[in-house]
């Protein structure tokens, strides 16, 4: 079985498909450059095997937060505007759309997103004082007097809530343009993020024992 480990390799294989060396394949070497970059994309973009599924990081800026909440009459910074003109009773009229540069720019190998972590400061599923943290830490030693149930249906009911108050952030990726918009409000971004990382950096010590409960 044959299994081509370079660019190389694979281009031989197809030859040897076609042939080679027993008929002479007139091909030019550009013509074979696009064709295995056609097949590897359709690779990578129809087969189960072609991607991988991973977590990436990235660090918000401070000048990503600056386009992100851009507009063109107080911040024109990163702020697009496309113009269309037409007839209307016998004038022209023009229409103005405006569109502030609300994306990230990912690496051309990413070919789908599904998710962005949530970050913010919600008081039900977030921090050290959060009601679900509040709830495991007091409860945890207790779990031979308690129902499973009841605490089970006590955190999904804390789910909820969380849910209808603090949505999911709505993004909209662009293979083509290799985008990730973030449809957020950019301008409470700076202030989550800043409250997350004062929380990071403190250091927390849990209460004794005798005091849980």
Known sequence: MAQPASRSDLINYCKRQLGAPVLEINIADEQVDDLVDDALQ?????????????????KITQDDIDR?????????????????STDIDGGTVTFSYEENSNYIQVPPSIIGINKIFRF??????G????LKYQL?????????SM?????????TYLSDIDFLLNTEKQIRFNQRQDRLYLDVDWQTVEKDLEIIREQMSNTYELPPLDMIG
């Open 120 to 125: 913010d400061n919600s008081t039900i599923s």
């Open 127 to 130: 921090g050290m004082f959060s």
């Open 42 to 58: 359709y690779f990578h973009e129809r087969h189960f095997d072609g991607v991988v599924q991973t977590y990436l990081k990235y």
């Open 68 to 84: 992100g909440r851009g507009n063109a009459a107080d911040d024109p910074k990163g702020v697009v505007t496309t113009t269309a």
């Open 147 to 155: 129902e499973m149930l009841s605490y089970a249906m006590t955190k």
């Open 136 to 144: 495991f830490l007091n409860d945890l030693y207790f779990f031979n």
